[in-house]
């Protein structure tokens, strides 16, 4: 069992908006920021959003992250088939002295 | 190029010792924690322990304490997971990851914003 808790799957169709939540607590996302990572089929996670809200370079605009309290949400827009994926969000814990992950989030573009 | 390139994949037995390798290239090793995130098959990411190969100061996930070493050598810019009698349980891609650092209004934050491909180990009789 996952210390941060996201939904185990979503699906949208291409063009649609989709959000993936990310709950935790005050140790973990109430205290630090929040970081999600995607990871296509078969390849390693690459950082996707980090510090919140932030993305890196050549990562696209479609993606936005969000935090609120001890909760956090990815925002996907304009889904594309390449969406397809794994997403993670990930924060650190201060009680655990550690990164926690969340369980992962498959998102499924019909 | 800015990369980490893990060692191969492995087959072994159960009560085997392993050590798997992490190299990082075209940036300062010393100056980035590196850690190691464990996926079992079919599951999600679990944190186990980060490294400073600038002093080799590491720190584990509970859950990994005493099940895992972690070490570094920054003369090869390479740092080591490693087990002293694998499980059957040990079985899982294992990512190795820069951890970079940022400041926004004063506040450090963290993230992992490098990672190699995985090294899959695979331990069965």
């Known amino acids: 069992q996952s210390v941060l808790t996201q939904p185990p799957s979503a699906s949208g169709t291409p063009g649609q908006r989709v959000t993936i939540s990310c709950s935790g607590s005050?140790?973990?996302?109430?205290?630090?920021?929040v970081n999600w990572y995607q990871q296509l089929p078969g390849t390693a996670p690459k950082l996707l959003i980090y510090?919140?809200?932030q993305r890196p370079s050549g990562v696209p605009d479609r993606f936005s992250g969000s935090k609120s309290g001890t909760s956090a949400s990815l925002a996907i827009s304009g889904l594309q088939s390449e969406d397809e994926a794994d997403y993670y969000c990930?924060?650190?814990?201060?009680?655990?002295?550690?990164?926690?992950f969340g369980g992962g989030t498959k998102l499924t573009v019909l | 190029e800015v990369q980490l390139v893990q060692s191969g994949a492995e087959v072994k037995k159960p009560g085997e010792s392993l050590k798997i390798s992490c190299k990082g290239s075209?940036?300062?090793?010393?100056?980035?924690?590196i850690g190691w995130v464990r996926q079992m098959p079919g599951k999600g990411l679990e944190w186990m322990g980060i490294?400073?190969?600038?002093?080799?100061?590491?720190r584990y996930s509970p859950s990994f304490q005493g099940q895992v070493t972690i070490s570094a050598d920054k003369s090869i810019s390479t740092a080591y997971l490693q087990w002293s009698s694998l499980k059957a349980s040990d079985t899982a891609m294992y990512y190795c990851?820069?951890?970079?650092?940022?400041?926004?209004?004063?506040?450090?934050?963290?993230?992992?914003?490098?990672w190699g491909r995985g090294t899959l180990v695979t331990v069965s009789s």
């Open positions: 490294i400073y190969p600038g002093d080799s100061d590491t």
């Open positions: 005050s140790s973990n996302i109430g205290s630090n920021t």
């Open positions: 510090s919140h809200n």
């Open positions: 990930a924060a650190w814990d201060d009680s655990l002295n550690g990164w926690v």
């Open positions: 990851a820069r951890q970079s650092r940022g400041i926004a209004a004063a506040v450090n934050y963290w993230y992992f914003d490098l």
């Open positions: 075209g940036y300062s090793f010393t100056s980035y924690w």
